[in-house]
């Protein structure tokens, strides 16, 4: 983001409730259309690198195993885009707090900060 004196300005971070509430509705609907363009077309309108950021970001713990079940992923392909996502930062595991033995798949908060901000208008 810019300021008009052409200096770059800090992200902004949403505090909002309201923003955040028209947000995560934006997200469940492109997941939603998603889903309905697969099950009636047979093809995706996100890229399973996208889908996979914006199951991670509306949901409170996206286990792995939940997410390589949802991706239509081999498992080969499935762990290859989730190590293609972490070595670039865009996401990285943390332990589900439900289930000691799991992982869940938590996005890079400069990324959530950045959806928010450009799709909070």
């Not at 008009?4 to 509430?21: F, I």
């Not at 970001?57 to 195993?65: G, N, Y």
Request: net charge neutral; aromatic share 4%.
């Amino acid at each position: 983001m810019k300021k008009s004196d052409g200096q770059q300005a800090p992200p902004m971070r949403v505090a909002d409730a309201a923003v955040r509430r028209r947000v995560q509705h934006t997200l469940y609907k492109l997941l939603e259309l998603d889903s309905d363009m697969r099950a009636e077309f047979g093809s995706s309108l996100l890229s399973h690198d996208f889908r996979l950021i914006l199951q991670a970001t509306v949901s409170e713990s996206l286990i792995v195993k939940d997410a390589s079940a949802s991706s239509l992923l081999s498992g080969r392909a499935f762990h290859q885009l989730l190590k293609r996502l972490e070595t670039v930062g865009l996401i990285r595991f943390e332990l589900n707090a439900h289930d000691r033995r799991s992982k869940s798949i938590a996005v890079d908060e400069g990324l959530v900060a950045h959806l928010y901000d450009n799709l909070g208008d």
